[in-house]
């Protein structure tokens, strides 16, 4: 098991920032690849980025260049650094983690672009 939780959401002006933060506890030694997806009203939820244990990371063309996904080498903490936000970027932002192909969720944290 994994528990998730995330932070940093908010309210911010349109070329702004935000960093959203997910601390992840449990059995995080297991984990394989950690993500941020994001759902706005009306939509499905979308892969925003993602980040395996390898390293490796993989971005939502519609962010690519302005987000960025880091995490500590121990799994405890997963970041979302994104700049430039633009009024479409509004949603509900969830924390995923993936351990042998069980999906892990976060409760969201909320993220409103807007003047």
């Known amino acids: 098991q994994v528990q998730l939780v995330e932070s940093g959401g908010g309210l911010v002006q349109p070329g702004g920032s935000l960093r959203l933060s997910c601390a992840a506890s449990?059995?995080?030694?297991?984990?394989?690849?950690m993500g941020w997806y994001r759902q706005a009203p009306g939509k499905q939820r979308e892969l925003v980025a993602l980040i395996t244990n390898g390293g490796g990371v993989n971005y939502a063309d519609s962010v690519k260049g302005r987000f960025n996904i880091s995490r500590t080498n121990a799994w405890n903490t997963v970041y979302l650094q994104m700049n430039s936000l633009k009024p479409e970027d509004t949603a509900d932002y969830y924390c995923?983690?993936?351990?042998?192909?069980?999906?892990?969720w976060g409760q969201g944290t909320q993220v409103t672009v807007s003047s």
């Open positions: 449990g059995s995080t030694f297991s984990i394989y690849a």
């Open positions: 995923n983690a993936n351990v042998l192909g069980t999906n892990f």
